[in-house]
């Protein structure tokens, strides 16, 4: 890259991200950058899980964004972004019940603060509207962690608007125990499906090679096709 400001545009910091005790958060997960409706759009989320030290339980929250990219820092992003707000059920269940409108044009998106301890430590995944993404929870013990699969819509930082979604459910804890090698999450990508009405499927890989997927949009329009090629020599 030529980060040489005197032949390209300077770089510019986008935001600081930070909870709502004003604590900086950490990103250790591939922000995505997507066009919506002719907006840039990054979506990214906090946490981190990258050695022994960051199994213990820890006081600083956080969060996942929807941050709209118009070339110019977006300031206190608690003020600037609508606020999503998550509850919890007595089965665990994670739902928005109240969504706040999102208007593009007035605020610079929207973020959610994840329940307690709860850490978006890999990269979240696009479908055609909305956008998936995985959170883990340490257990004390790097074979152990708790891990909850989200899905919202991309615009408007709410539960998907279909059946699967009613009342507001955008996620729900995974089970990640089939194997001896313990629970936890390592990897997710999104899929295709193959029905005659289009769908997204969003799967996740987990500690003992356990792989889980689930339909997150259906009756997207349209058929996964060819859109490249690979010569493999054996």
Same mark, same amino acid.
């Given at each position: 890259?030529d980060?040489?400001?005197?032949?390209i545009?300077?770089v510019l910091?986008l935001a600081?991200l930070?909870?709502?005790?004003n604590?900086? !958060?950490?990103?250790t $997960?591939?922000? @995505?950058?997507?066009e919506q409706?002719? /907006?840039?759009i990054v979506?990214?989320g906090t946490?981190?899980?990258?050695?022994?030290g960051?199994?213990?339980?820890?006081?600083?929250?956080?969060s996942?964004?929807?941050?709209?990219d118009s070339g110019?820092?977006?300031g206190?992003?608690?003020?600037?972004l609508v606020?999503?707000?998550?509850?919890?059920?007595?089965?665990?269940?994670?739902?928005?019940?109240?969504?706040q409108p999102?208007?593009?044009g007035?605020?610079?998106g929207?973020?959610?603060?994840?329940?307690?301890?709860e850490r978006a430590?890999?990269?979240s !995944?696009q479908?055609? $509207?909305?956008? @998936?993404?995985?959170t883990?929870?340490? /257990?004390?013990d790097?074979?152990t962690m708790?891990s909850y699969?989200?899905?919202?819509?991309?615009?408007?930082?709410s539960?998907?608007?279909?059946?699967?979604?009613?009342?507001?459910?955008?996620g729900?804890?995974?089970?990640?125990?089939?194997?001896?090698a313990?629970?936890?999450?390592v990897?997710?990508?999104i899929?295709?499906g193959?029905?005659?009405?289009?769908?997204?499927?969003h799967?996740?890989?987990?500690l003992?090679?356990?792989?889980?997927?689930?339909d997150?949009e259906?009756?997207v329009?349209a058929r996964?096709?060819?859109?490249?090629?690979?010569r493999v020599?054996?």
């Amino acid at each position: 890259f030529d980060l040489d400001p005197a032949s390209i545009t300077p770089v510019l910091r986008l935001a600081t991200l930070v909870d709502a005790a004003n604590r900086p !958060q950490t990103i250790t $997960a591939r922000p @995505a950058l997507l066009e919506q409706r002719g /907006q840039r759009i990054v979506l990214v989320g906090t946490g981190r899980i990258l050695g022994l030290g960051d199994l213990s339980p820890e006081t600083r929250g956080n969060s996942f964004y929807a941050l709209l990219d118009s070339g110019a820092e977006l300031g206190n992003v608690r003020t600037a972004l609508v606020q999503q707000t998550v509850t919890v059920t007595a089965s665990g269940q994670r739902r928005i019940e109240n969504p706040q409108p999102v208007d593009w044009g007035v605020k610079k998106g929207w973020f959610i603060d994840l329940p307690a301890d709860e850490r978006a430590n890999l990269p979240s !995944q696009q479908g055609i $509207a909305a956008v @998936a993404f995985v959170t883990n929870q340490p /257990q004390g013990d790097p074979c152990t962690m708790n891990s909850y699969r989200y899905a919202l819509d991309i615009l408007g930082g709410s539960a998907l608007n279909d059946a699967a979604h009613a009342g507001g459910l955008i996620g729900s804890a995974m089970d990640m125990t089939q194997g001896a090698a313990g629970s936890g999450v390592v990897s997710t990508r999104i899929v295709p499906g193959g029905n005659a009405g289009g769908e997204v499927k969003h799967c996740v890989r987990g500690l003992d090679g356990t792989l889980q997927c689930v339909d997150i949009e259906k009756n997207v329009g349209a058929r996964p096709k060819k859109t490249g090629w690979r010569r493999v020599v054996r």
